[in-house]
């Protein structure tokens, strides 16, 4: 005869296999290597109670139902919060770290980031880049990863070997985000207001909620992608 507690194990895994497959569908489709810390920590979370939904014979069906949707609520509206309040990305997204700038080592952002120099060292390697002397600018992005641009000398063809110019090396400065001015970037970058909108003028832009995105790139261009007004 079929052992009544495993029918009831069976159908409880059941229910978590198609709820949890339901909340995966809802909260996107991020990589692994996409996710912030908090989207990680979020994920082992949901994954531990649909597991104990599945085992644990205290915890009834609907109470692991109403945990798991709960948790997806609450994370659907942390990063709800962050894209439409700029202010409130720091309590729920990490910022972006400029570890090295013009092949300067920065000692307080590797403390913030607890990054020592071996580590440095390795994730640099597999950007291939073998010296700290070839970085023009290193960031340690949200999801723990290096982004690198080499200096311009040493970039492949190298500019030296083509007997050319060294081209503007850099980061884009986001100035407009979701229709706001990020006013601190454009005065960062040497640039006003007036500036910004002559600029935006010929994209037929009259007022910065027309714009979804625009960012200054390392040669002093202006990109701008506009609202989807349709």
């Known amino acids: 005869m079929f052992d009544k507690g495993v029918a009831h194990i069976l159908v409880e895994t059941l229910i978590a296999f198609v709820v949890l497959f339901l909340v995966t569908r809802i909260e996107g489709k991020k990589q692994l290597a996409q996710l912030t810390f908090f989207n990680y920590v979020t994920g082992i979370a ?10 644990d014979k205290s915890i ?9 949707v709960a948790w997806t609520l ?7 919060l962050s894209i439409k309040f700029s202010r409130l990305k720091g309590p729920f997204q990490s910022k972006p770290s400029i570890i ?8 307080k952002e590797m403390k913030k980031n607890r990054l020592n120099l071996e580590e440095l060292g390795m994730l ?13 600018i290193a960031v340690m992005e949200t999801n723990g990863t290096l982004s690198v641009i080499k200096k311009s000398a ?13 081209l503007p090396t850099g980061l884009s400065v986001p100035v407009i985000v979701d229709g ?12 006003d207001a007036k500036w910004l909108l002559q600029k935006l ?9 027309e714009v979804f995105y625009a960012e200054i790139t390392p040669n002093g261009q202006l990109y701008v992608d506009r609202m989807d007004l349709a």
């Open 74 to 80: 609450l994370t659907l509206l942390a990063e709800w």
């Open 100 to 107: 090295i700038k013009n092949g300067n080592i920065d000692k």
């Open 180 to 191: 706001h001015l990020m006013e601190k970037n454009l005065v960062e970058s040497g640039f």
């Open 154 to 166: 040493q970039q492949t063809p190298t500019r030296q070997d083509l007997n050319l110019n060294p």
């Open 124 to 136: 640099l390697r597999m950007k291939d880049v073998f010296s700290f002397e070839d970085v023009e």
């Open 201 to 209: 003028r010929p994209h037929n832009v009259n007022d910065y909620k």
């Open 60 to 68: 009834s069906k609907w109470e692991g139902v109403a945990s798991l």
């Open 46 to 55: 949901v994954g531990s109670i649909a597991a104990s939904m599945a085992v």
